[in-house]
């Protein structure tokens, strides 16, 4: 064993570097070693596209996870050069004290930690632990700020998250009983590659029942309608980097599981489609929330109302399936990961430097914030899905693929996005153009991360290189 | 060849674009990025003249970029070269103007960036050959005009309208999207040409045809989605404003034919049916509300709205006479509007261009505000003039060739065999007419508070002529209009490949016709000569000019105005813009845009002096958009109670949807 | 030959109408007059008052414009030249085919333009109100005019006016076109501001139209405007001789016989045509201006229902 | 197997059942905790008998866990909240008892029709099992759902990971189980001391609509 497994490496650097972060008391010292890590881990992660491991009984590597653990490593590296200077700014303004500090970055690696084990996990159990755990943490993460408002969201995002926890147990649980028969039981009955390739012969009944409540369970980390109520005030309440990490990462790794067992459903024909209960809670997730961001007066309430739009998008085309639906689900996923925490970023600075997140109150920002401003422009544009940003693309092939099939679901599609839109663009309108409001003061902000985002948003939109393509679409026939 | 360079220009302008973001503020770079632009248009120009003229076979370029597995695949035929030409014309004219007019723009930043841009996104739109770089390009095209929309955002007005404006941009880009989704299929034909191979059923052209009027005639204004036109138009800097009217709209046209007439197959005989009554509505609808404008820019954005509207009653015969297999009949029509596309293009951008100086001269939109230009602008009303006779479709100038071909097309009418168009057409024709006979009203009016009269404002008295670069911009478009005007015959000549390519037929060459004559169908049916009667008009004048000051007294005196006796000398005594169309209103207003007059007349001894106070109101805004947007504003408000409850209430949803979701199971599991 | 033979016709045309345009309004004026139990001026009395306001100089308001000056010029020039395409008393002009009925109808309007421009020049209040109440009229009028060219030339199947008036010889009674005919007269009341229109004869403020418009004439250019106004009236009465009425034009290339012969005709038109305006004038009272437009889309509903009908009694 | 064994097992696990019913129906705070700590020792001894006749002796640990933490601890901190809240003599259900005991028994209905249909191949056991297992955990959900206090619903959290238990045991040879118990030990104990720090009962469902205005501002 010369060199050390890059899975293990992806597990281990956060776990050690929560504890050593749980040390230090200096906090810019360890905002550069949480940066560091995260790089580092990242890193780790680029190297499992070189070699692969072989899948074992705790850890599995293939093309689907390869995608989450990528993306989600290099949002967190990028969020983690955010949260360095924004926590520069919440000291000084006092709203978090050094102790809390040391909590939040030991918090924000052991998040990485239970995020990557999620992804890497091949066992049902153990992606069970590992979304608890990352539930947990982010709990922990939103109430920090200790306001009424905070504790009240966390408390909320607890009670429904535990719920949930509670139901994808059971679901898992029924898997483990649907595989005994034909798995045999102990360890096997749980392993994911062994299940996948032994799910042809399961009872079709048991799963349907085990797809509920898995469905219910993890779509409540999803954050699908009805079942979305936690997100937007652990969203609005939260530290902006959580936001961008709960909008850009968490959710898309509770989709992950709901993906992995709605692939358990696929390889069995006699089971239920998955597929229409996807469409259904993607459609109303969509409508809802496009309803929804018309009374807004919050930017990351907002903004977390959008995240339950888009996790409704993708959820539709993975719903729909067939290549091009599947193709544009991960396409869409990515950009929404990449778009909403970029936007989050902006927002971020722009509620520091405001002193308020309330949209009445902030105004003109492309005349006195340029950058913040015209960020928020682009990545509100993103997010809508105009080009040349790279939603677009994904909207584009979801909508044309659907139309042929299934028209009135293409038309209710079109007419979510189209409210959504309008939604967002009346409000961004009011935040970035018309007279400055609020303080104009100077801010202190990386402006790389912000950019670096939407500059990959802006390249997919008009490029997708050519391996990537391959690989998405060889995810998309796994779909099937 | 010319394909490559004009991807070349778009390159080019791109990279302006960039430039300009990078160095916005700076003093020098307005005149800079308005003189790049003005020469990569000149010579896109070129290349997309060559292409027409040179009537080469289409050319096809893919690039690696859009959508993968398909690439992006870029088109140059007879139809993509002319409105590449109308476009770049309308570029260059812009950039021209602009050298002068944008040194006087207050944020150059956000304007100067986004100008380029749009030039790159409409020039992309007409040579995009997949429906991907196409939607793309449109939405990017949508995107940046909105920007330079939003280039004064202070203005409350201006935010209102941007918005309005994106979302009526999105909503028609996604009509498109559906049309174009319904010809590519599941199985993702992307390429016009494989859609081209695979023609649909009936029923899916037709909505096609649907989707494709509402997505295009969201773009060109079509009525009843034009409200947002008005608003954007006037909101940006002038030399937009004229790219806006004259040029996107006529890529909304292209969209339309490039979709109707050529990717969707043969046209059914009632295709023409809502093309027809939505042409000649809106074009009635449109000058209607130009007539009643008090502020200069707006007018011109509701004409614009009417002669979109006589383009698509155009483009509504071309598909009948298509329809029924009348070629030559269809090829007429479709000429004329062809030719409308580019009168408009050249009159309406000398307009706002004429509204950009007048607005630098006094600063004031309001035509109340004005009067008396004449003297302090010669130059700028000379040219102003000329357009204003142009698109008052008065001979010998261009406009009016155009509609006489119009009019001789519905005269063809008679050859189709459905009744139902055997009876709709002439009625369209009288809408036309009527919607001209407006048009000369509408610019009757404006010209005439505008430059004529006395000055109104301190303002206007103090006015002074723009600057030469804005007034050669103005100078080469109206001289192109007197041209187009008199020797129609060359035009239509050049239209004709794009013609052939559009119906597959062309119209009888003009060239060789002697005396220049045009003939559109044949001599004993009708002719016109725009040089001839040109040269009577001229020849007789000049004669009895010389004969009267020969003959006659030639001796003038300069005295007081008599006015019938009492000559009063405040200048606010003159007929108003409000009071010059009253008697319009009175015949239309009533019904059409539920003007209201109500006169506060003080009792005798009081001092207070009477008001006149006149509400009118856009039916299509009230009847359409203000309930659509008031019920999404209430099922907004519904649904936002689900904010409140309480967690034990969140936590009861998630039960009942895991009870509903049982029950289905132990029903259907 | 032939050419030098047509051109010739084409100028004595364009001379006739000149001529004949101010005797025509002294007819009118004189009939009225003999109908009213007055005297009347004579017949010839239009071409004194013509000289006589040549030889005036021109008093012109102090911000009066170029365009002010040259607007009886055009409108002299348009009218002209779209009275000599008209055929009076001969069919096959030489010029006939360089504009058909569409461009005459289109040519008076670009005359109309001007003159409400002119109007509004000087910038007083009667320039306005005249202005205005003319393209008011003109709005429902053109369209009304190019309805009844559609049921014309989808009858004949040309717009070109000499063949126009060689078909019309043929073709019999129609419904149609007794709807046009009337439409086109009511037209041509309200194009040349007659009664129950307008009052040429008077200056009462709140009733005038045209009269308001040229109100800051004089000299000259008032002598132009009054001469282009009677070769309107000509114009409109040798239109519906020439369509409703072509018997006795002279075809193309003709014998002498047969253009002397055509202009006797014309002359006869000419009067029959003056007689029955005189009577119409003074039988019926002047209207008030926003009863125009009821007059005028009257005109309209009835020449479109003349196009429509054209196709049932085609089909017929 | 021996009968006997299969009707203790099934005994206890209707057992449970029984107990979530009195629970739905007891609406007094300090009788609700010493129901739930019956229902946990009656957990307990089914892990037990599920241990003992499965030769899976790490359930015991289960059991212990179960016996100690739900049976004893909990209930006692509890009891100490209850009274420093001073919230004992309140009844607080949302819906009345009986239709709560009426739309426990459609809910027990529909699981005995879901999981005896759907677990046709399994065996007896973990037919039974299950069933009840699915029962308990909706009546459990039943009563978070239809009470007001923070108490009684951490109480029918706790009911239904009872039943989670219960089907974790059932489900032969099923790994991880004891790790799983663990866990939500945990994640009750962060329940029960959040209730303690934050007093979290006034927010916990409060109806007044303008302390939400204050806390997630969005109205109008």
């Not at chain 1, 919440?90 to 930690?113: C, D, I, K, N």
């Not at chain 1, 690989?471 to 998309?476: K, N, P």
Request: hydrophobic share 60%; proline share 4%; aromatic share 10%.
């Amino acid at each position: 064993m010369s060199m050390p497994n890059a899975t293990t490496l992806i597990l281990v650097i956060p776990v050690v570097m929560a504890f050593i972060l749980a040390l230090l008391r200096d906090y810019r010292l360890s905002a550069r070693l949480n940066m560091l890590a995260a790089l580092l881990t990242l890193l780790s992660a680029l190297t499992l596209l070189i070699r692969k491991p072989e899948p074992g009984p705790y850890i599995l590597v293939d093309d689907l996870n390869i995608v989450f653990i990528i993306l989600n490593n290099f949002v967190g590296f990028t969020t983690s050069l955010f949260s360095a200077s924004y926590i520069a700014h919440e000291l000084e303004t006092g709203r978090l004290t050094p102790s809390h500090l040391r909590f939040y970055h030991a918090m924000y690696q052991v998040l990485l930690f239970a995020m990557n084990l999620a992804l890497l996990a091949n066992n049902i159990g153990l992606i069970w632990v590992a979304i608890e755990v990352a539930t947990l943490t982010t709990v922990l993460m939103v109430g920090i700020y200790r306001t009424h408002e905070a504790i009240e969201a966390a408390w909320k995002y607890f009670i429904l998250g535990s719920v949930g926890i509670a139901l994808a147990l059971f679901g898992t649980i029924l898997v483990y009983m649907a595989a005994r028969p034909v798995v045999g039981e102990g360890f096997d009955g749980m392993i994911w590659t062994v299940l996948i390739a032994h799910a042809p012969s399961f009872d079709p009944a048991m799963l349907n029942l085990a797809f509920i409540f898995l469905l219910l369970g993890y779509g409540t980390k999803v954050g699908l309608v009805p079942l979305h109520a936690w997100l937007p005030d652990a969203h609005a309440e939260g530290p902006t980097p959580i936001s961008a990490v709960l909008s850009g990462l968490l959710l898309n790794v509770a989709l992950y599981a709901v993906l992995r067992f709605k692939l358990l459903l696929a390889a069995n024909n006699a089971a239920i489609a998955p597929g229409p209960l996807l469409v259904t809670m993607g459609l109303i997730s969509i409508l809802f929330a496009g309803f929804m961001l018309y009374r807004r007066r919050d930017m990351k309430r907002m903004f977390a109302y959008s995240s339950i739009e888009h996790m409704g998008i993708t959820a539709f085309a993975f719903g729909m399936g067939g290549p091009l639906a599947n193709f544009a689900g991960l396409l869409h996923m990515t950009m929404h990961s990449l778009t909403k925490s970029a936007i989050f970023f902006a927002v971020g600075h722009i509620a520091q430097v405001k002193g308020t997140q309330t949209i009445e109150e902030i105004g003109g920002l492309t005349k006195s914030h340029p950058w913040l401003g015209w960020g928020l422009v682009l990545g509100v544009l993103a997010i809508v899905g105009l080009p040349p940003f790279g939603a677009f693309m994904s909207e584009f092939l979801v909508i044309s693929s659907t139309f042929s099939r299934q028209p009135a679901l293409a038309l209710l599609l079109v007419a979510g996005l189209l409210f959504a839109l309008g939604a967002l663009l009346l409000r961004m309108q009011d935040l970035a153009f018309g007279e400055v409001k609020g303080e104009t003061g100077p801010v202190q902000a990386s402006y790389l991360p912000m950019a670096v985002h939407i500059a990959l948003v802006l390249l997919a939109g008009i490029y997708l290189p050519g391996p990537l393509v391959a690989w998405f679409q060889h995810v998309a026939q796994m779909l099937g | 060849m010319s394909l490559v360079l004009v991807m070349w220009c778009v390159g080019a302008y791109l990279i302006t674009a960039l430039v300009a973001l990078i160095s916005g503020r700076r003093r020098a770079t307005s005149a800079l990025v308005y003189g790049a632009s003005l020469l990569i248009a000149m010579s896109a120009l070129v290349a997309a003249l060559f292409a027409l003229l040179g009537n080469q076979t289409s050319l096809d370029m893919t690039l690696p970029i859009g959508l993968p597995w398909i690439g992006a695949h870029f088109h140059l035929d007879a139809l993509s070269a002319f409105f590449l030409a109308i476009v770049n014309l309308g570029a260059a004219a812009a950039g021209l103007y602009a050298i002068g007019y944008g040194a006087h723009e207050s944020e150059p930043q956000r304007v100067l960036p986004f100008f380029p841009a749009f030039l790159a996104g409409m020039n992309l739109v007409v040579l995009a050959a997949d429906t991907f770089s196409f939607l793309f390009s449109w939405e990017l095209m949508s995107l940046a005009s909105w920007a330079l929309v939003l280039a004064h955002h202070k203005d409350e007005d201006n935010r209102r309208a941007g918005y309005v404006y994106i979302v009526m941009a999105s909503f028609g880009t996604l009509a498109l999207l559906l049309a174009f989704s319904l010809m590519s299929g599941a199985d993702g034909f992307f390429t016009f040409a494989d859609i081209r191979a695979h023609v649909p059923s009936p029923n899916i052209a037709a909505a096609v045809l649907a989707l494709a009027l509402m997505g295009t005639g969201s773009k060109a204004g079509l009525a009843p989605l034009h409200v947002w036109l008005p608003m954007a138009h006037p909101a940006a800097p002038s030399h937009v404003s004229a790219l806006m009217s004259g040029v996107m709209t006529k890529v909304a046209v292209y969209a339309f034919i490039r979709l109707v007439f050529d990717l969707v197959g043969p046209p059914g005989w009632w295709w023409s049916l809502p093309v027809l009554i939505a042409g000649g509505g809106t074009a009635v609808i449109g000058i209607l509300h130009a007539l009643i404008q008090t502020d200069f820019k707006r007018l011109l954005a509701y004409s614009t709205i009417e002669n979109i509207g006589l383009v698509f009653a155009g483009l509504g015969l071309a598909l009948a006479f298509e329809a029924d297999g009348l070629h030559a009949a269809a090829a007429l029509a479709l000429t004329a509007a062809l030719f409308h596309v580019f009168n408009h293009a050249l009159f309406k951008s000398v307009l706002f261009f004429g509204a950009g100086a007048v607005l630098t001269a006094t600063g004031r939109r309001n035509l109340d505000a004005l009067g008396g230009l004449i003297h302090r602008m010669p130059v700028t009303s000379v040219f102003v003039l000329t357009a204003c006779v142009a698109i008052s479709a008065l001979p010998p100038l261009n406009g009016f060739a155009s509609e006489w071909l119009t009019f001789q097309a519905i005269l063809l009418s008679p050859q189709i065999p459905e009744w139902g168009l055997k009876l709709l057409i002439p009625a369209v024709g009288a809408l036309l007419a009527l919607s001209a006979a407006l048009a000369a009203a509408c610019f009757v009016r404006a010209f005439g508070i505008i430059f004529l009269g006395r000055p109104r404002s301190k303002a206007a008295e103090r006015a002074i002529e723009v600057d030469h670069w804005s007034l050669g911009a103005m100078a080469v478009l109206a001289g192109l209009c007197v041209l187009a005007g008199i020797l129609p015959g060359f035009v239509i000549d050049a239209l004709a490949p794009t013609v052939q390519y559009a119906i597959g037929d062309r119209m009888p060459m003009q060239a060789d016709v002697d005396w220049l004559t045009i003939i559109p169908v044949a001599a004993s049916r009708s002719s016109y000569n725009g040089l001839l009667v040109f040269l009577f008009i001229t020849f007789s004048a000049s004669i009895s000019a010389y004969a009267i000051h020969r003959l006659a007294s030639r001796a003038v005196r300069r005295a007081p105005a008599w006015d019938c006796g009492f000559p009063e000398p405040s200048p606010l005594t003159q007929y108003s813009a409000v009071s010059f169309s009253q008697p319009i209103r009175r015949v239309y207003g009533t019904i059409l845009f539920r003007a209201k007059e109500t006169v506060d007349m003080p009792p005798p001894g009081d001092m207070r002096p009477a008001r006149l106070v006149v509400t009118q109101h856009d039916l299509a805004w009230d009847g359409i958009y203000s309930p659509l947007t008031r019920s999404v504003q209430f099922l907004a408000g519904q649904v936002n109670r689900l904010q409140f409850l309480t967690i034990r209430q969140y936590l009861s949803l998630v039960f009942l949807a895991l009870i509903l979701l049982l029950t289905v199971l132990a029903i259907w599991g | 030959m032939g050419v030098i033979a047509g051109l010739a016709v084409q100028a004595m045309q364009m001379l006739l109408v000149l001529t004949l345009a101010p005797l025509l309004t002294g007819l009118v004026r004189r009939i009225k007059a003999h109908l009213l139990r007055r005297r009347g001026p004579s017949p010839v009395q239009p071409y004194r008052d013509l000289v006589r306001l040549l030889r005036k100089e021109v008093v012109l308001a102090h911000n009066a414009s170029w365009l002010f000056r040259s607007t009886p010029y055009m409108i002299f020039a348009a009218t002209w030249v779209a009275a000599a395409l008209v055929p009076t008393f001969a069919a096959g002009l030489q010029f006939s085919w360089s504009a058909d009925l569409i461009v005459v109808i289109a040519l008076l309007g670009s005359g109309r333009f001007f003159l409400a421009l002119a109007g509004m020049d000087v910038g007083t209040s009667f320039g306005g109100i005249g202005a205005s109440r003319e393209v008011m009229i003109a709005s429902l009028a053109e369209p009304a005019m190019i309805m009844i060219v559609f049921s014309l030339a989808l009858l004949a199947g040309s717009t070109q006016l000499s063949y126009l008036a060689g078909f019309m010889t043929s073709v019999g009674l129609r419904v149609s076109l007794g709807l046009a005919l009337i439409a086109l007269v009511m037209v041509a009341i309200a194009e040349n501001g007659r009664i129950p229109i307008d009052n040429p004869a008077t200056h009462l403020e709140l009733t005038m139209v045209h009269e308001a418009m040229v109100l800051e004439y004089s000299g000259r250019h008032l002598a132009l405007i009054e001469l282009t106004a009677s070769l309107k009236l000509l114009l409109y009465m040798s239109l519906i001789g020439c369509v409703f009425l072509p018997w006795g034009l002279a075809p193309a290339g003709g014998a002498p016989l047969d253009y002397f012969i055509g202009i006797l005709a014309f002359l006869v038109k000419l009067t029959i045509g003056a007689g029955l305006l005189a009577l119409f004038e003074t039988t019926i009272a002047k209207m008030r201006v926003f009863r125009v437009p009821d007059f005028l889309s009257a005109a309209l509903m009835l020449s479109l229902l003349g196009a429509l009908l054209l196709f049932v009694s085609r089909s017929l | 197997m021996p009968t006997l064994y299969f009707d203790i097992a099934h005994m206890l696990a209707g057992g449970l059942v029984l107990v979530s019913f009195m629970m739905l129906y007891q609406n007094r705070l300090y009788a609700l905790l010493n129901i739930f700590a019956l229902q946990a020792i009656l957990l307990a001894l089914s892990v037990a008998w599920q241990a003992w006749i499965q030769d899976a002796y790490h359930l015991f640990l289960t059991a212990l866990i179960a016996l100690i933490f739900k049976a004893v601890i909990i209930p006692v901190a509890l009891h100490r909240i209850v009274a420093r809240l001073g919230i004992h003599r309140e009844v607080e259900t949302v819906v009345g008892t009986g239709l709560t005991m009426l739309a426990g028994m459609g809910l027990v209905a529909l699981s005995m029709v879901i999981m005896l249909r759907v677990t046709a191949g399994a065996d007896a056991l973990a037919r039974e099992d299950l069933a009840f297992a699915l029962s308990v955990v909706l009546l459990g959900f039943l009563m978070m759902v239809t009470r007001r206090n923070a108490v009684s619903q951490v109480v029918g959290f706790m009911s239904m990971e009872n039943g989670l238990i219960l089907a974790g045991t059932g489900a032969k040879g099923m790994p991880l189980v004891v790790e799983i118990s663990v866990a939500f030990s945990v994640l009750i104990a962060l329940i029960v001391i959040g209730i303690f720090l934050f007093r979290i009962s006034e927010r916990f469902d409060t109806v007044d609509s303008k302390a939400l205005d204050r806390f997630r501002g969005e109205r109008r």
